[in-house]
Nanobody
Framework: QVHLVESGGGLVQAGGSLRLSCAAS????????MGWFRQPPGKEREFVAV????????SYTHTVKGRFTISVDNAKNTVYLQLNSLKPEDTAVYYC??????????????????WGQGTQVTVSS
């Protein structure tokens, strides 16, 4: 069983920055891809970004492209999400997820088999 632990959330003013981290508990952990999703208050969980574990290829939802950056540190089994130029509409619980099966459906929740517990990001106007 792999545990993913997010950290780095908090309260920030609009225009500010945060860096979220997601650490995998198992040193033998290997995934095909790591994704970030978010769930705004009263809304469904939505895709934010994904990174290929080995080749570092990335993809973002259009609402965060140019403001958020996903990266991975293979040695630390940790994936990061740098959030810049934050807006109030970025307020959400942010979740990281791992695809260890190579499903390839990176923009959907069903494409991942392990999830973290979530970290709250609140952006004030």
């Amino acid at each position: 069983q792999v545990h993913l632990v997010e950290s780095g959330g908090g309260l920030v003013q609009a225009g500010g920055s945060l860096r979220l981290s997601c650490a995998a508990s198992d040193r033998a952990f290997r995934s095909y891809a790591m994704g970030w999703f978010r769930q705004p208050p009263g809304k469904e969980r939505e895709f934010v970004a994904v990174i290929g574990w080995n080749d570092g290829s990335t993809s973002y939802t259009h609402t965060v492209k140019g403001r958020f950056t996903i990266s991975v540190d293979n040695a630390k089994n940790t994936v990061y999400l740098q959030l810049n130029s934050l807006k109030p509409e970025d307020t959400a619980v942010y979740y990281c997820a791992a695809d260890t099966m190579g499903r390839g459906n990176y923009r959907t929740q069903g494409g991942y088999d392990y999830w973290g517990q979530g970290t709250q990001v609140t952006v004030s106007s």
